[in-house]
């Protein structure tokens, strides 16, 4: 039986910047312990515990799992560790929190899908866009026929500045729009193809341009960036009949909804207001909600792993200069 939700123990794991908003967040969600930060970094820990005086912090994952009243992990460490240390996680009977992406291939993601089946565990992967009040619109607009049939999805995500770390930008900002996409249309993906550009001295890209091929004849376009003139962070969906667009960055975020075959001047844009909600801490709610009454299908982890198979994809278009790289 599970736990009452004022006994629910979490742990998080890593506290670089994201982890440390993790934590944050995770502190606000009613009943959610927060009882152990795990880092490896002497600064870092010592961080943690001024900003969670109530948490207990080790360097090692061996101390979280130890403790009995921990019954789920988040993990944020470095993407090419997701799959071991959550795994570890899974392995000890724990439910999971894993940032996106969940891993760096398709084998290692199936292995935690699997992990989390035969434990009866909740894995969850940080596509906290999933719970963006604009994208859940936008998916219910769909369903409707709002825009007649749809016909493609395009995107834009774009970091002015240098990450703490040269990391890809295919697999770390991309995959918050290809999980857009799979979720909009909710549909076989038949291929990808994509082109990026390297940093120089490093083989992580700095740049992708990715195009999605569904099996209906839909596409959905991508552009992924590091270190561009200005951030950007927008999306916009096409159909017959009406097009839908939304920039996550505008003073006053609303969908803009216009008619899709004409001018712009003639069809002035149909402003639709979503909920004012934060994406992050729907997600960490959701996760502990679902823990607490032992859901495992509350997880997200089937459409995670449809993610890493599409990147994965996308890496080999790459390295084959933008060829069609086609999904079984």
């Known amino acids: 039986m599970p736990a009452p939700m004022s006994e629910l123990g979490v742990a998080v794991i890593g506290a670089g910047p994201w982890g440390a908003t993790l ?56 993407a090419p560790r997701h799959h071991t240390v959550g795994l570890r996680v899974l392995s000890a009977d724990r439910h999971l929190l ?8 398709v084998a290692d993601a199936v292995s935690l899908c699997e992990a989390a089946v035969a434990r009866r565990r909740v894995l969850t992967v940080g596509h906290l866009l999933l719970h963006h009040p604009a994208l859940r619109r936008t998916k219910e607009l769909l369903d409707a026929g709002t825009l ?25 900002l991309a995959a918050h729009d290809v999980s857009m996409a799979l979720y909009l249309f909710d549909e076989p993906l038949a291929a990808v193809s994509a082109a990026g550009i390297q940093h120089p001295g490093s083989e992580d890209d700095v740049a992708v341009f990715a195009t999605l091929h569904f099996a209906n004849g839909r596409l959905a376009h991508i552009h992924a960036a590091r270190m561009t003139a200005v951030q950007q962070r927008r999306f916009s969906v096409s159909g017959t009949e009406r097009a839908l667009t939304f920039d996550e960055l505008a003073h006053n975020p609303v969908l803009h909804l216009t008619a899709a075959a004409r001018p712009v ?4 844009a149909e402003e639709i207001s979503i909920e004012a909600a934060d994406p992050l801490y729907a997600q960490c709610a959701h ?21 890493v198979q599409v990147l994965e ?3 080999r278009s790459m390295a084959a200069r933008g060829a069609l790289v086609e999904l079984a």
């Open 265 to 268: 001047a003639a069809a002035p």
């Open 148 to 172: 007649g049939r749809a016909l493609y999805f395009e995107s834009t995500r774009t970091a002015a500045v240098a990450s703490r770390r040269r990391t890809s930008a295919w697999w770390t």
């Open 98 to 105: 894993v940032e996106k992406p969940m891993a760096l291939s």
């Open 287 to 307: 996760f502990a909600a679902a823990v607490v009454r032992g859901d495992t299908s509350s997880g997200n982890g089937r459409h995670a792993l449809k993610v």
């Open 23 to 78: 934590a944050r967040t995770f502190a606000k969600v009613p009943g959610v312990d927060l009882r152990w930060i795990c880092e490896l970094d002497n600064s870092r820990r010592a961080e943690a515990q001024r900003a969670h005086p109530h948490a207990r912090v080790t360097e090692t994952v061996d101390d979280v799992l130890a403790d009995s009243a921990v019954a789920a992990a988040v993990v944020a460490v470095d």
């Open 313 to 315: 994809a996308g890496a």
